[in-house]
C-alpha cells in the first residue's frame, strides 16, 4: 500500500514557475513507477511526466515537454515536477500516481493515486 501526498500547487503568473512534490508512505517507494497527471475543469484527467523507478528513465506530454522536469528522490520517498514558462492552458488539478515497478502513460497503469494539488496560471 502506497498513499500520496501532492504539495505545492497555487496562483502563478503566465511565464511564471511551479514546483510540485508528492511525498509518499509506505514501503519500496524506490521500486515504483510515478506519473504525473493533471485534470482541468470539464477535461478528462491526461498524462504529463512520467519516471522509472529509478530516475533513468523520463517522458513527457508533447504539451509540457522542455518547460517542465520530473524527478525523484528514493531517499526521501518524494517525486517532484519543476513547472517552467507556465500558461493558463496549464491550470488544472494535479495528480501523482504510482505504479509498482513501471511507470505508464495510461491513467490505467497507476495502482495509486494522490489527492490532487489546484495549478492556476492567470494571464
Known amino acids: 500500500q502506497v498513499q500520496l501526498v501532492e504539495s505545492g500547487g497555487g496562483l502563478v503568473q503566465a511565464g511564471g514557475s511551479l514546483r510540485l512534490s508528492c511525498a509518499a508512505s509506505?514501503?519500496?517507494?524506490?521500486?515504483?513507477?510515478m506519473g504525473w497527471f493533471r485534470q482541468a475543469p470539464g477535461k478528462e484527467r491526461e498524462f504529463v511526466a512520467l519516471?522509472?523507478?529509478?530516475?533513468?528513465?523520463?517522458y513527457y506530454a508533447d504539451s509540457v515537454k522542455g518547460r517542465f522536469t520530473i524527478s525523484r528522490d528514493n531517499a526521501k520517498n518524494t517525486v517532484s515536477l519543476q513547472m517552467n514558462s507556465l500558461t493558463p492552458e496549464d491550470t488544472a488539478v494535479y495528480y501523482c500516481?504510482?505504479?509498482?515497478?513501471?511507470?505508464?502513460?495510461?491513467?490505467?497503469?497507476?495502482?495509486?493515486w494522490g489527492q490532487g494539488t489546484q495549478v492556476t496560471v492567470s494571464s
Open positions: 500516481a504510482a505504479n509498482p515497478l513501471s511507470a505508464y502513460t495510461s491513467i490505467t497503469g497507476y495502482e495509486y
Open positions: 509506505g514501503r519500496s517507494f524506490s521500486n515504483y513507477g
Open positions: 519516471i522509472n523507478w529509478s530516475g533513468s528513465r523520463t
